[in-house]
């Protein structure tokens, strides 16, 4: 079968002393440095890729993509345990993953998340190794209203999540995306909510914006409330998952891997909306809706297979379509062509070796993660059992330290501080940052594709629609609506009967 | 339900303010047309759809029964006794260098949190500053000024 062919390919290149090495430094690096507060894959990447230049084009992408699932993994870490997400695809893991670590189940949290992380990377792996070519074919099929679509679906999965009202979500979601505009407009030149400071024309960076609506704002809301007191971890013991809570995470894992397969493949949002979408679809179909945003296991396990899925999927577009899922895959593109690869879809054919290598290693390196980071678990627990007010100081240097690095910019930690204050007020006001967060990251390319789509239509509408794809899309995004205001309107009227009765 | 509407009615107001700053601002961008969108176009109908939000929000806090609960306390002396060492950090960091700003920022930081201690917020100040040092500068290699650098005022 040719699924074994390719397999064995790869087998042969990744498995050498040599390239096992390289993976495991790049997972263990990886994941140091995406546990630092503020620190997410990108600037991870960007600070760990020159240790990859004097090494052979196939060992230094083995080694990026090592980084690459180390950060991430580590950036669910600091979402777990800190309310910080890394990036984007960690977002959603804050919702109960936190929720959890306050409970003083941290460590199962934490555990669940290397878990399905794990057996959505070995899906993910045998998806790329049999389907490689006709996906990235599936993919060539989304234009310009097909991505403006599929964004609108991403977002209506993150109005799904909210747990306050469904208009606060929305405005959240409005608010993110117009913040995620700021900048100057790349089709006109116009600078657009830059007040007139030079310092905002690129816009604003996504960890100064996540470091302070996440960790600055959850450092104030939890002095004012006075529970400085509180100690990280309670239980060691539960470490590992019982064979119970395996089995009760496992149907969402299942649907969050093959989630996170179907959006990664296509690049841009892709793997952002991954984790959103599965989070929304765990909680229209559990059995008790109520548990999520509050600790629910598969609240972790899902999106965190989806994301991990999704990112091993992205590889796929980025390295025959050329096109870079995200920042970070801009940056491995980028690293590739330093080495003189040149991404597109010849790369299958004149680089077997180095394809099906990379695929591979990528499930290597999942496993080489599992190895790590289980036992590292007590560590990590460990160091949590102190009372929060001995780590936050140490949290917020690291982090502003975080965002400083990012371009070597103080303005930045001015950013993180206004958000800090927004952060504060939108919990005050019980307004949710996730949907916010979203929207900025997909603002400016759902803005591209709408703007595309109408240019190419010449300014109908109708092209949204048009097109089947899309049309999908849309419906299965009314559809998601519905859903959410009619399950809301049911909640309020058991309510009103029970106060009623 | 009290404190619900009080939430709303604020967020609304918020989101209607913000949504209409927005949209003033993006009118001056230029709309184009749906032909040829222009760069405030997009950003117009984001800030219409907020205005649109936020007003429902107003409405719905307004006309749902219940009184409106004084709510939770709005307590400024947190947030600013965060985010003051915050700025400060900032301000200090390429001046100071960054032993002296983490030491400044872990010190004040400390203050915030109500059981107090000389000796425990200068050994955290320290110890964080030191291994802030290794990690970063050592290990990550990342340009940051350790030490000052005696330039006010650098940005």
Same mark, same amino acid.
């Given at each position: 079968?040719?699924?074994?062919?390719?397999?064995?390919?790869?087998?042969?290149?990744?498995?050498?002393?040599?390239?096992?090495?390289?993976? #495991?430094?790049?997972?263990?690096?990886?994941?140091?440095?995406?546990?630092?507060?503020?620190?997410?894959?990108?600037?991870?990447?960007?600070?760990?890729?020159?240790?990859?230049?004097?090494?052979?084009?196939?060992?230094?992408?083995?080694?990026?993509?090592?980084?690459?699932?180390?950060?991430?993994?580590?950036?669910?870490?600091?979402?777990?345990?800190?309310?910080?997400?890394?990036?984007?695809?960690?977002?959603?893991?804050?919702?109960?993953?936190?929720?959890?670590?306050?409970?003083?189940?941290?460590?199962?949290?934490?555990?669940?998340?290397?878990?399905?992380?794990?057996?959505?990377?070995?899906?993910?792996?045998?998806?790329?190794?049999? #389907?490689?070519?006709?996906?990235?074919?599936?993919?060539?099929?989304?234009?310009?209203? @097909?991505?403006?679509?599929?964004?609108?679906?991403?977002?209506?999965?993150?109005?799904?999540?909210?747990?306050?009202?469904?208009?606060?979500?929305?405005?959240?979601?409005?608010?993110?995306?117009?913040?995620?505009?700021?900048?100057?407009?790349?089709?006109?030149?116009?600078?657009? #909510?830059?007040?007139?400071?030079?310092?905002?024309?690129?816009?604003?960076?996504?960890?100064?914006?996540?470091?302070?609506?996440?960790?600055?704002?959850?450092?104030?809301?939890?002095?004012?409330?006075?529970?400085?007191?509180?100690?990280?971890?309670?239980?060691?013991?539960?470490?590992?998952?019982?064979?119970?809570?395996?089995?009760?995470?496992?149907?969402?894992?299942?649907?969050?891997?093959?989630?996170?397969?179907?959006?990664?493949?296509?690049?841009?949002?892709?793997?952002?909306?991954?984790?959103?979408?599965?989070?929304?679809? @765990?909680?229209?179909?559990?059995?008790?809706?109520?548990?999520?945003?509050?600790?629910?296991?598969?609240?972790?396990?899902?999106? @965190?297979?989806?994301?991990?899925?999704?990112?091993?999927?992205?590889?796929?577009?980025?390295?025959?379509?050329?096109?870079?899922?995200?920042?970070?895959?801009?940056?491995?593109?980028?690293?590739?062509?330093?080495?003189?690869?040149?991404?597109?879809?010849?790369?299958?054919?004149?680089?077997?070796?180095?394809?099906?290598?990379?695929?591979?290693?990528?499930?290597?390196?999942?496993?080489?993660?599992?190895?790590?980071?289980?036992?590292?678990?007590?560590?990590?627990?460990?160091?949590?059992?102190?009372?929060?007010?001995?780590?936050?100081?140490?949290?917020?240097?690291?982090?502003?330290?975080?965002?400083?690095?990012?371009?070597?910019?103080?303005?930045?930690?001015?950013?993180?501080?206004?958000?800090?204050?927004?952060?504060?007020?939108?919990?005050?006001?019980?307004?949710?940052?996730?949907?916010?967060?979203?929207?900025?990251?997909?603002?400016?390319?759902?803005?591209?594709?709408?703007?595309?789509?109408?240019?190419?239509?010449?300014?109908?509408?109708?092209? #949204?629609?048009?097109?089947?794809?899309?049309?999908?899309?849309?419906?299965?995004?009314?559809?998601?609506?519905?859903?959410?205001?009619?399950?809301?309107?049911?909640?309020?009227?058991?309510?009103?009967?029970? @106060?009623?009765? | 339900?009290?404190?619900?509407?009080?939430?709303?009615?604020?967020?609304?107001?918020?989101?209607?303010?913000?949504?209409?700053?927005?949209?003033?601002?993006?009118?001056?961008?230029?709309?184009?047309?749906?032909?040829?969108?222009?760069?405030?176009?997009?950003?117009?109908?984001?800030?219409?759809?907020?205005?649109?939000?936020?007003?429902?929000?107003?409405?719905?806090?307004?006309?749902?029964?219940?009184?409106?609960?004084?709510?939770?306390?709005?307590?400024?002396?947190?947030?600013?006794?965060?985010?003051?060492?915050?700025?400060?950090?900032?301000?200090?960091?390429?001046?100071?260098?960054?032993?002296?700003?983490?030491?400044?920022?872990?010190?004040?930081?400390?203050?915030?949190?109500?059981?107090?201690?000389?000796?425990?917020?200068?050994?955290?100040?320290?110890?964080?500053?030191?291994?802030?040092?290794?990690?970063?500068?050592?290990?990550?290699?990342?340009?940051?000024?350790?030490?000052?650098?005696?330039?006010?005022?650098?940005?």
């Amino acid at each position: 079968m040719e699924i074994l062919n390719h397999l064995a390919e790869g087998y042969a290149v990744a498995v050498t002393l040599d390239n096992l090495f390289y993976a #495991f430094v790049g997972c263990l690096l990886g994941t140091l440095v995406g546990v630092l507060p503020g620190l997410g894959p990108a600037a991870s990447i960007a600070i760990l890729l020159p240790f990859t230049f004097g090494l052979e084009p196939t060992s230094s992408l083995i080694m990026l993509a090592g980084i690459y699932y180390g950060a991430q993994y580590g950036g669910s870490v600091t979402a777990i345990l800190l309310n910080l997400p890394g990036e984007t695809s960690a977002v959603v893991t804050t919702l109960d993953g936190y929720q959890l670590a306050r409970q003083g189940r941290g460590g199962l949290a934490l555990a669940i998340a290397a878990l399905a992380s794990f057996f959505a990377g070995t899906v993910a792996t045998v998806v790329l190794a049999g #389907f490689s070519l006709p996906l990235v074919e599936f993919a060539l099929k989304f234009q310009s209203p @097909e991505y403006f679509a599929l964004m609108v679906f991403g977002l209506m999965g993150a109005a799904a999540i909210g747990t306050s009202s469904f208009v606060k979500t929305l405005s959240m979601i409005s608010l993110g995306l117009l913040i995620g505009l700021a900048g100057i407009d790349l089709n006109s030149g116009t600078p657009r #909510f830059t007040f007139g400071s030079p310092l905002l024309l690129d816009g604003i960076e996504f960890v100064a914006l996540a470091v302070g609506l996440f960790a600055l704002a959850e450092i104030i809301v939890t002095l004012s409330e006075g529970e400085e007191g509180r100690s990280g971890m309670q239980r060691i013991t539960s470490l590992l998952p019982r064979w119970r809570e395996i089995r009760e995470i496992f149907p969402a894992t299942v649907r969050g891997s093959l989630i996170g397969i179907v959006t990664g493949i296509l690049p841009g949002a892709g793997a952002s909306i991954a984790s959103f979408i599965s989070y929304a679809v @765990e909680k229209r179909v559990a059995k008790n809706p109520d548990d999520f945003g509050k600790g629910a296991l598969a609240g972790v396990a899902a999106p @965190e297979a989806a994301n991990n899925a999704a990112a091993q999927l992205a590889f796929a577009p980025t390295l025959a379509l050329g096109i870079p899922g995200s920042g970070t895959m801009a940056l491995i593109l980028a690293a590739l062509m330093i080495h003189g690869i040149q991404p597109g879809p010849d790369i299958i054919r004149s680089n077997p070796g180095m394809f099906w290598g990379l695929i591979v290693s990528m499930w290597i390196g999942n496993v080489i993660l599992l190895i790590i980071n289980l036992p590292m678990l007590r560590l990590w627990v460990k160091a949590l059992m102190l009372p929060y007010r001995f780590l936050y100081p140490a949290i917020l240097a690291f982090s502003l330290i975080g965002v400083y690095s990012v371009a070597s910019s103080t303005f930045m930690i001015f950013t993180a501080a206004l958000f800090g204050l927004l952060g504060y007020l939108f919990h005050k006001l019980r307004c949710e940052p996730v949907p916010l967060v979203l929207g900025f990251v997909l603002g400016p390319m759902m803005e591209e594709n709408f703007r595309r789509s109408l240019i190419i239509s010449g300014g109908d509408f109708s092209i #949204f629609v048009s097109h089947p794809i899309s049309l999908t899309l849309l419906c299965m995004s009314a559809a998601l609506v519905l859903f959410v205001l009619i399950s809301g309107a049911r909640r309020r009227r058991r309510v009103a009967s029970a @106060e009623g009765a | 339900m009290e404190f619900k509407d009080q939430s709303s009615l604020a967020s609304g107001i918020l989101f209607l303010a913000v949504g209409a700053l927005a949209g003033y601002l993006s009118m001056n961008y230029g709309l184009g047309s749906p032909q040829s969108p222009g760069a405030g176009f997009f950003p117009s109908l984001l800030s219409a759809t907020l205005v649109l939000l936020g007003g429902i929000q107003v409405v719905g806090a307004l006309t749902r029964p219940g009184v409106s609960h004084p709510g939770s306390g709005w307590n400024l002396t947190k947030p600013l006794a965060i985010l003051g060492p915050v700025v400060l950090f900032a301000i200090m960091l390429k001046p100071a260098g960054m032993l002296l700003s983490v030491f400044v920022l872990v010190v004040l930081a400390s203050l915030a949190n109500s059981i107090w201690s000389w000796r425990y917020a200068i050994t955290a100040a320290v110890s964080t500053a030191a291994v802030c040092a290794v990690v970063f500068v050592y290990l990550l290699k990342l340009p940051i000024p350790l030490l000052p650098s005696g330039k006010l005022w650098v940005f």
